[in-house]
Nanobody
């Protein structure tokens, strides 16, 4: 059974930082592209950052230079370091695992990030 458990969300003032973590179990972590997505109220879920099995990151334009995605294959964990947070970063952040062999997607339950102005 696939489980993705996010942690690290919370309330922070604009300009502050948070680090999200996603611990994976029930998957072969090393063959999954891992990603972070976010969904603000009334909006669709959008990609924030992804990282390939080889460690290549990809970011949506609005977070480039502020967010850093990383993965630790030994710990089956993916991280999202978020710096210089803005109120528009407020959303529920979801961890995603994309199996590059089966093309199956798995999702975590989400963690809330609120950035006050």
């Amino acid at each position: 059974q696939v489980q993705l458990v996010e942690s690290g969300g919370g309330l922070v003032q604009a300009g502050g930082s948070l680090r999200l973590s996603c611990a994976a179990s029930g998957i072969i972590f090393s063959i999954n592209t891992m990603g972070w997505y976010r969904q603000a109220p009334g909006k669709q879920r959008d990609m924030v950052a992804t990282i390939t099995t080889g460690g290549k990151p990809n970011y949506t334009d609005s977070v480039k230079g502020r967010f850093t995605i990383s993965r630790d294959n030994a710990k089956n964990t993916v991280y999202l370091q978020m710096n210089s947070l803005k109120p528009e970063d407020t959303a529920v952040y979801y961890c995603n695992a994309h199996n590059r062999l089966t093309l199956r997607d798995s999702w975590g339950q989400g963690t809330q990030v609120k950035v006050s102005s």
